[in-house]
């Protein structure tokens, strides 16, 4: 369980966590620690955004067909 969301977006996107495990059930218990390295990976989370909301195109009534008549990109913040 983490204290907080780990969103890639919005911080780093590798953690190196401490890991104690700890003996209970002996009079003399023993400990151990490991580093865990955690990679956030990219998620498909974030919507598309256009440059603009509103689009105004004209288009020739005999445009052939097949004819290229615009070209729209989008971005948005994930990766890939």
Same mark, same amino acid.
């Given at each position: 369980? !983490? ?21 209970k059930? *002996?009079?003399f218990?023993? *400990? ?19 440059? !603009?909301?509103?689009?105004?195109? !004209? ?13 729209? *990109? ?7």
């Amino acid at each position: 369980q !983490t204290a907080a969301i780990l969103d890639r977006e919005q911080g780093a996107c590798l953690y190196l966590v401490d890991v104690y495990a700890i003996e209970k059930s *002996t009079a003399f218990p023993r *400990t151990q620690r490991a580093e865990v390295e955690i990679t956030l990976q990219d998620i498909n989370d974030n919507p598309p955004v256009f440059p !603009t909301d509103m689009l105004d195109l !004209t288009v020739e009534e005999n445009i052939g067909d097949g004819s290229k008549i615009m070209q729209l *990109t989008a971005m948005d913040a994930d990766e890939g």
